[in-house]
């Protein structure tokens, strides 16, 4: 089955411009959040309506599509659409390596246009319909339920989820918090792995080519991906990084099939995430580590959790969903943010390289990159 076999399956916006509604639950951004909260909402009978902007489910991904295992087994996504990765292999700016490897625990690396194809049908077959070429317009909460214009149609819905990524939308329209502190990601996609080990996720740590953060390399189940992140105002140097996995791996610059980039949130939960009948969920709602810059695990964990928390509310006169979620809300700590800040000086390489061959950043290492990801 191709990638794009199943675009038909998710309808346009309506050329309609009349009303339609009331939904349950309006959700806007077909992202991991987004569809998650979809199927749970959906699964518990509510109407459910997910809009999307693309011209289809998964086009121009702006992640990395790299699941921890806690995401991993939180999806269960069909083998052809993951790749079991165990090992880390850490490059440090000296071209020294250190490798990690846990038994229990690994990532995956997917195909992530695929992936984010599955988890649409299985909202779909939950009940939730899936709207794409819809984008977000404007909306106005009346209290008893959102008008919001999609493209050219007029939508009403008791609630609105708004999944719709780091500059979300839907926050700004709602005054709601707004993600203001952000890393640049970049990615190169190849259609053959070369010479690349699919047992490993390359990581360089290099302040020369990705300031702030680090570069990746990986064989996924389509080829290969090679990216970076930086943080803003640094440019990143994804042809240097580029240039030199190609002669280490053997990757072949005619190969090179798909090109992404991207906005992080790193600043931790917005401020308020939620108002009356709106909430935001994913990157929308910064909900993303800030020292790893990992996201995907929470926005499949609190989209799910928001639709049941709506089914309750509506269904079974539960509290509010903003209410019910609130003790769910990701915690990332004083730790990861300091760490974040220190990250984004950056330190010199010299003194990365120090720290990366010293006892204590070694263990820390295995931890960050093994550990069981709290919420």
């Given at each position: 089955?191709?990638?794009?076999?199943?675009?038909?399956?998710?309808?346009?916006?309506?050329?309609?411009?009349?009303?339609?509604?009331?939904?349950?639950?309006?959700?806007?951004?077909?992202?991991?959040?987004?569809?998650?909260?979809?199927?749970?909402?959906?699964?518990?009978?509510?109407?459910?309506?997910?809009?999307?902007?693309?011209?289809?489910?998964?086009?121009?991904?702006?992640?990395?599509?790299?699941?921890?295992?806690?995401?991993?087994?939180?999806?269960?996504?069909?083998?052809?659409?993951?790749?079991?990765?165990?090992?880390?292999?850490?490059?440090?700016?000296?071209?020294?390596?250190?490798?990690?490897?846990?038994?229990?625990?690994?990532?995956?690396?997917?195909?992530?246009?695929?992936?984010?194809?599955?988890?649409?049908?299985?909202?779909?077959?939950?009940?939730?319909?899936?709207?794409?070429?819809?984008?977000?317009?404007?909306?106005?909460?009346?209290?008893?339920?959102?008008?919001?214009?999609?493209?050219?149609?007029?939508?009403?819905?008791?609630?609105?989820?708004?999944?719709?990524?780091?500059?979300?939308?839907?926050?700004?329209?709602?005054?709601?918090?707004?993600?203001?502190?952000?890393?640049?990601?970049?990615?190169?996609?190849?259609?053959?792995?070369?010479?690349l080990d699919p047992d490993y996720l390359h990581v360089f740590l290099d302040n020369r080519i990705a300031p702030g953060y680090i570069g990746w390399a990986a064989a996924h189940p389509r080829g290969a991906q090679v990216g970076l992140a930086v943080n803003a105002p640094h440019r990143p140097r994804i042809e240097a990084l580029k240039s030199e996995a190609e002669a280490l791996f053997r990757l072949k610059p005619a190969d090179e099939y798909e090109r992404r980039s991207g906005?992080?949130?790193?600043?931790?939960?917005?401020?308020?995430?939620?108002?009356?009948?709106?909430?935001?969920?994913?990157?929308?709602?910064?909900?993303?580590?800030?020292?790893?810059?990992?996201?995907?695990?929470?926005?499949?964990?609190?989209?799910?959790?928001?639709?049941?928390?709506?089914?309750?509310?509506?269904?079974?006169?539960?509290?509010?969903?903003?209410?019910?979620?609130?003790?769910?809300?990701?915690?990332?700590?004083?730790?990861?943010?300091?760490?974040?800040?220190?990250?984004?000086?950056?330190?010199?390489?010299?003194?990365?390289?120090?720290?990366?061959?010293?006892?204590?950043?070694?263990?820390?290492?295995?931890?960050?990159?093994?550990?069981?990801?709290?919420?």
């Amino acid at each position: 089955m191709s990638i794009d076999s199943n675009t038909e399956a998710f309808a346009p916006v309506s050329p309609a411009t009349g009303a339609t509604g009331p939904h349950d639950v309006l959700i806007v951004g077909a992202g991991f959040a987004g569809l998650a909260a979809a199927k749970a909402a959906a699964s518990g009978g509510l109407r459910t309506l997910v809009v999307d902007s693309k011209p289809r489910i998964g086009a121009r991904p702006h992640t990395s599509g790299i699941l921890v295992e806690e995401a991993f087994q939180a999806l269960r996504p069909p083998d052809h659409l993951v790749r079991r990765v165990g090992k880390v292999r850490l490059t440090g700016p000296d071209r020294n390596i250190r490798e990690f490897e846990q038994t229990n625990y690994g990532f995956y690396t997917t195909d992530v246009t695929g992936l984010l194809q599955w988890m649409a049908r299985e909202a779909q077959g939950a009940g939730a319909e899936i709207r794409v070429n819809a984008p977000f317009a404007r909306g106005v909460d009346n209290g008893d339920l959102i008008e919001a214009l999609i493209g050219p149609q007029l939508v009403r819905a008791r609630f609105l989820f708004g999944a719709d990524g780091a500059k979300s939308p839907v926050a700004r329209n709602f005054k709601l918090g707004l993600n203001e502190k952000f890393l640049l990601g970049i990615e190169r996609e190849y259609s053959d792995p070369g010479r690349l080990d699919p047992d490993y996720l390359h990581v360089f740590l290099d302040n020369r080519i990705a300031p702030g953060y680090i570069g990746w390399a990986a064989a996924h189940p389509r080829g290969a991906q090679v990216g970076l992140a930086v943080n803003a105002p640094h440019r990143p140097r994804i042809e240097a990084l580029k240039s030199e996995a190609e002669a280490l791996f053997r990757l072949k610059p005619a190969d090179e099939y798909e090109r992404r980039s991207g906005l992080i949130p790193c600043g931790g939960l917005v401020h308020p995430w939620a108002k009356g009948r709106v909430l935001l969920l994913g990157d929308a709602a910064g909900m993303v580590s800030p020292l790893t810059a990992g996201g995907i695990r929470t926005a499949l964990d609190f989209g799910r959790l928001a639709g049941e928390a709506l089914v309750a509310h509506l269904r079974h006169n539960g509290p509010a969903p903003a209410l019910a979620l609130r003790k769910a809300l990701p915690r990332f700590g004083v730790l990861r943010h300091g760490l974040r800040w220190l990250a984004d000086l950056p330190p010199p390489n010299w003194l990365l390289q120090m720290a990366v061959s010293s006892a204590p950043a070694v263990t820390a290492a295995r931890r960050i990159f093994f550990s069981r990801r709290p919420r």
